[in-house]
Each structure stands twice: as C-alpha cells, then as structure tokens.
C-alpha cells in the first residue's frame, strides 16, 4: 500500500488517503462504484443492452463489469486510490496507462453486440483525441462516494492532490461525467467540459471534461 501524493500543508483537515491495486482495493472499487452509480440513465442505457431490455439490471452486473474495467487498467499501471477508508474512492490512470483509442476494426466488432456502447466509446475518444491531440494526460475514472457512508472532505482529498500535481508536471487531466451532479463536482475543482456526447435514443447525456489545458 502506497500514501498518495498529497498537501502536506493541509494533512490535518482531510481524511488519510492511500493508493493500492491490491485485490481487495479493485474488489471495493467495483462495489462502490457501481452501487454508487446504479441508478444512473447511462449505466442503466449499457446494461440493458448487455443483458437485453427484457431482463431486469442488477447491480451484480453492473459490479462485474466494472471489475473487468479495473482490471484491465490495472494491468495497464492505473492506481486505485481511496479516502477515509473507502468513504470515497478512485481510479487514476497516470499518462501512459491511458488505453488508447481502439480501432476501427475493434469498434466494428464490439458495435456487432453493443452498437449503443460502441458508438459511446467511439465518441468519447474522440472528443479526448478532438481536445488533446496527441497530448499524454492523467484520466479520471470511476471516481464513487460510498452511498452508504457520510465523510466531509472525502472527495476532495481524492481529487486535490493529483490535480496539483498534474498542474506542477504540467500535463492535463482528462475525465467524462455521467450525471450533473458528477459533472458540478469536477468542475468545482478546476475541471471544465469541452464536449456532451448523446448516447441512445433517449440521448442520455456524458460530459468530457478537462483541466489544466491550455497547459500554463
């Protein structure tokens, strides 16, 4: 387990946080975030084109789904980081374990099964690609509150310390939102949305943010 890169100056007035991508740390990841973000129209709109619309989504699902995700950018040298002991928790993809774009031929092939999910991924990078050219970014993802837990500073001790960082290695940061109240957070602290992409038929609505860009 490894301590995050954090304020020394305001230590006293946030909770401890800590990075590791050890099995427990993805397994809770997986769980916050996906009872933290069940209810959101786009994770509602994906599940149910994975599973089908006749079958009820289940959070079971959608924490094994997010688990693949986390481990697929564990191995690609994201760092799990949490606050409060898990009161908050995140995923920070560090410049150069950002996955890159897929293909055309890898979008073809997952739009076969996924065509609603395949078109979001598509616009997605692109809106990244559209913003930062070929400039390496640190990414936020599956950032998650415990819904079950109230802690003051949680968030923000997950978010400070890295956006610092990346101000001071001058490099960008990178995150989409899925609901305005995700997108409200992360523009308090800095982050400012440079695209909506529309996904389904109902036109569910992400935000793709940025920070620190133009670089100072």
Not at 59 to 77: A, N, P, Q, S
Not at 115 to 133: H, K
Not at 143 to 155: E, F, I, L, N
Request: net charge neutral.
């Amino acid at each position: 387990m490894e301590a995050a890169p954090r304020d020394e100056s305001q230590l006293s007035s946030k909770p401890q946080i800590t990075s590791s991508n050890a099995p427990e740390y993805r397994h809770k990841l997986a769980d916050i975030s996906s009872r933290a973000s069940f209810s959101d129209s786009l994770n509602s709109l994906f599940q149910s084109e994975r599973v089908g619309p006749s079958s009820p989504v289940k959070v079971e699902d959608l924490y094994e789904t997010t688990l693949f995700r986390i481990e697929t950018k564990v191995r690609l040298g994201s760092q799990i980081v949490e606050a409060d002991s898990f009161a908050a928790v995140a995923c920070w993809e560090p410049p150069g374990a950002v996955h890159p774009n897929h293909s055309v031929e890898e979008l073809a092939e997952l739009a076969m099964k996924r065509p609603i999910y395949a078109e979001f991924v598509r616009d997605i990078e692109a809106a990244r690609t559209e913003s930062l050219g070929e400039q390496k970014c640190w990414q936020l993802s599956l950032m998650a509150r415990d819904p079950s837990r109230t802690s003051q500073g949680a968030v923000r001790a997950i978010l400070e310390p890295y956006v610092e960082r990346a101000k001071n290695d001058k490099v960008p940061l990178w995150c989409i939102a899925g609901n305005e109240r995700a997108r409200d957070v992360y523009s308090y602290f800095g982050f400012k949305v440079v695209k909506v992409v529309e996904s389904g038929p109902d036109k569910v609505k992400t935000w793709c943010m940025v920070c620190n860009w133009p670089l100072k």
